[in-house]
């Protein structure tokens, strides 16, 4: 085993010493390897940038899906957009659009009341199609926005091709609000 004197630890470079068969720990401030040679020649080619993008889509994803978990703010209420209530918020939605239209012979269920799923605050009461649309609608577009910007958060990550660029897309990222 071997001391890396001077070794300055990169995003994935420790992953890519791993996947190249090369042991190394982290022992009284400094990394040593099992094969010295081998991991300077792998620091030397060393690019970060995929291990940054990949960290940087992680980060995304964790920030996408705390928005969802932390729900939407309608009136007085904070009701749920989990993946969940996201499957029940279509099937309402559909429902109520094909009551409005007079499509379906299904009366709108009125007993027992029915509420949207909230986070925290009042129950929101769903008495009539139009209820839930007025729910449904914000949330769904609440949601959807949410994911599109994390798509474009991601596509503009990959499009990047320095770190600095990489670190910018996230410090200057502006995620919807409800």
């Known amino acids: 085993m071997d001391s890396y004197a001077g070794f300055v630890d990169q995003t994935g470079l420790l992953d890519a010493f791993s ?3 090369i042991g ?3 022992e009284g401030g400094g990394l040593w ?3 010295l040679t081998a991991a300077q020649a792998i620091v030397a080619a060393y690019n970060p ?3 940054e993008q990949a960290a940087a889509i992680a980060t995304v994803e964790v920030a996408l899906a705390s928005l969802i978990a ?3 703010v309608i009136g007085s209420s904070t009701v749920a957009i989990d993946p969940t209530t996201q499957s029940e918020i279509n099937q309402l939605c559909n429902l109520a659009h094909v009551t409005i239209a007079g499509l379906t012979s299904v009366v709108w269920p009125t007993s027992p009341t029915r509420y949207w799923p909230v986070i925290s605050g009042p129950p929101i009461a769903l008495g009539t199609p139009q209820d839930a649309l007025a729910i449904g609608v914000p949330a769904a577009h609440y949601v959807w926005s949410l994911k599109n910007y994390a798509d474009t958060l991601a596509a503009q990550i990959m499009a990047e091709t ?3 660029g990489v670190a910018s897309v996230l410090s200057g990222a502006s995620w919807p609000t409800s």
């Open 19 to 21: 996947a190249a068969g």
């Open 33 to 35: 390897v099992s094969n």
């Open 24 to 26: 190394w720990w982290w």
């Open 162 to 164: 320095t770190s600095a």
């Open 70 to 72: 932390a729900g939407l």
């Open 49 to 51: 940038l995929p291990a």
